[in-house]
């Protein structure tokens, strides 16, 4: 019988990625958590969107953070009992439902951005300013090619 092929997993992108992941929900639930706040790194992004595009709908959330809808509308029902969001009827469509921002959703998302852009730098531990930019680059180019189903 064959031995099977074994691998580095340690050095395959999918596993650092994973790692990555894990250890960047880790520090912003714990930032958060100390700042006092109770918020996923999902919920806050789905904040910062409503920030930068009010009156959208889910669906349009939902593209805007890269969550499917269905995820969406559990985000959004979690983030409207929290008091930080408001559904309403579309001015240009009566069944539809347009999402923004409470007033203490606008509060939160203010006193939290600090804290979130501090802890960018906790997520990747030392790397130096050069390697963090490269990083970001090199991250944003694979995520906008997988988004757009480029390949090479």
């Not at 994973?18 to 806050?44: E, N, W, Y």
């Not at 469509?93 to 852009?117: F, H, I, N, Q």
């Amino acid at each position: 019988m064959d031995q099977p092929t074994t691998m580095r997993i340690t050095d395959l992108p999918g596993h650092l990625i994973r790692r990555l992941h894990q250890l960047s929900t880790q520090v912003f639930s714990q930032r958060v958590k100390d700042a006092g706040f109770d918020l996923t790194p999902i919920q806050f992004a789905a904040l910062d969107a409503l920030a930068a595009n009010p009156d959208t709908d889910q669906a349009t959330l939902a593209e805007a953070i890269a969550k499917d809808r269905a995820t969406i509308g559990g985000v959004v029902d979690r983030l409207e009992q929290k008091g930080l969001l408001v559904r309403q009827v579309s001015a240009t469509d009566k069944r539809a439902r347009t999402l923004r921002l409470s007033d203490e959703g606008t509060a939160v998302l203010t006193a939290l951005a600090p804290v979130v852009l501090k802890l960018q730098r906790e997520i990747l531990p030392e790397l130096s300013d050069a390697e963090y930019r490269q990083f970001i680059t090199l991250a944003a180019k694979a995520a906008h090619a997988a988004q757009s189903g480029t390949t090479k």
